[in-house]
């Protein structure tokens, strides 16, 4: 199975901050990679695909980089609505999710 | 498109359960699905797909052998079947479209979930 790390696990930032979600690979999944947000008691939300790509109606204050193994969701300037969990999935083989991250009200 | 599930509820350890996601809003038989589950306060975890028409179905390790995906297109609706159910299968179970248009891999990303059916496994 391919390992997915995300870091950190909690973070805490306010309205306005930029804020970057790391994800690591185990080993190489080209640029198969997407994040989803999820919000308590709600299904996940596609936000990237394929590392970089935006799904249709999300902000784009929301960005996707990196491949191989190393790959970052970026939040250019954090609003009300984006406090909540985000993970990253790799779908090079079979999927498997990163840990998660959760953005907190600082 | 919409995804709904059901047939979750509760059941004792060692009893069977089957969910059911029916899809609508798109033409069902063309798009792969995928199961994931989440326990209670706990991360996603990827538990099986299936192709568009059946034929390839692949499952994680901590399911294989005790669940069964299967999709009857004619009813536009995909199941998952769970049998041994145990304490640790207690979780929220999503259906989900995969791939960005028809016809996509299977080992795409999820574009549309369902709503989740909980599943609690208690004696």
């Known amino acids: 199975d391919i390992q997915m790390t995300q870091s950190p696990s909690t973070l805490s930032a306010s309205v306005g901050d930029r804020v970057t979600i790391t994800c690591r690979a185990s080993?190489?999944?080209?640029?198969?990679l997407a994040w989803y947000q999820q919000k308590p008691g709600k299904a996940p939300k596609l936000l990237i695909y394929?590392?970089?790509g935006s799904e249709s109606g999300v902000p784009s204050r929301f960005s996707g980089s990196g491949s191989g193994t190393e790959f970052t969701l970026t939040i250019s300037s954090l609003q009300p609505d984006d406090f909540a969990t985000y993970y990253c999935?790799?779908?090079?083989?079979?999927?498997?999710f990163g840990g998660g991250t959760t953005v907190e009200i600082k | 498109v919409q995804l709904v599930e059901s047939g979750g509820g509760v059941v004792q350890p060692g009893q069977s359960l089957r969910l059911s996601c029916v899809g609508s809003?798109?033409?069902?038989?063309?798009?792969?699905m995928h199961w994931v589950r989440q326990a209670p306060g706990k991360g996603l975890e990827w538990l099986t797909a299936?192709?568009?028409?059946?034929?390839?179905?692949y499952y994680a390790e901590s399911v294989k052998g005790r669940f069964t995906v299967y999709r009857d297109n004619s009813k536009d609706t995909l199941y998952l079947e769970m049998i041994s159910l145990r304490s640790d299968d207690t979780a929220f179970y999503y259906c989900?479209?995969?791939?960005?248009?028809?016809?996509?891999?299977?080992?795409?990303?999820?574009?549309?979930w369902g709503q989740g059916a909980l599943v609690i496994v208690s004696s």
């Open positions: 394929k590392a970089s």
């Open positions: 989900a479209r995969v791939g960005h248009r028809p016809y996509s891999s299977a080992w795409s990303q999820a574009h549309y």
């Open positions: 080993q190489s999944i080209s640029s198969w």
């Open positions: 999935q790799q779908y090079a083989s079979y999927p498997t």
């Open positions: 809003g798109y033409t069902f038989n063309t798009f792969a």
């Open positions: 299936i192709s568009h028409d059946g034929n390839d179905k």
